[in-house]
């Protein structure tokens, strides 16, 4: 079992900054790839990032790519997205996520999921 608490989420102007963090406990942290999903009201929720488990790989959405950050510490048990350049359209609820599979941007390969934390830009 991973438990995952995200936090760093709020009101933002368009063009600002947020950094998210995700807490993960319950099993040893390393053992999972983690991902940053998220979900604007009505729709899917997206794939944003992933890292692998060292942390040396990462992957993006081309809407976050040259914008978004993501990053672990192994030691403290938390993985970052760091979100710059915002725009309306990342409102959102931010979902961190851990999964057994390296690389995947595949909601359904997830199997751990913490409750969100939600980012709304301003125009």
């Known amino acids: 079992q991973v438990q995952l608490v995200e936090s760093g989420g709020g009101l933002v102007q368009a063009g600002g900054s947020l950094r998210l963090s995700c807490a993960a406990s319950g099993r040893t942290f390393g053992r999972d790839a983690m991902g940053w999903f998220r979900q604007a009201a009505g729709k899917e929720r997206e794939f944003v990032a992933g890292i692998s488990r060292s942390g040396i790989s990462t992957y993006y959405a081309d809407s976050a790519k040259g914008r978004f950050t993501i990053s672990r510490d192994n030691a403290k048990n938390t993985v970052y997205l760091q979100m710059n350049s915002l725009k309306p359209e990342d409102t959102a609820v931010y979902y961190c996520?851990?999964?057994?599979?390296?690389?995947?941007?595949?909601?359904?390969?997830?199997?751990?999921w913490g409750q969100g934390t939600q980012v709304t830009v301003s125009s």
């Open positions: 996520a851990a999964s057994a599979a390296v690389g995947t941007k595949e909601r359904s390969m997830y199997d751990y």
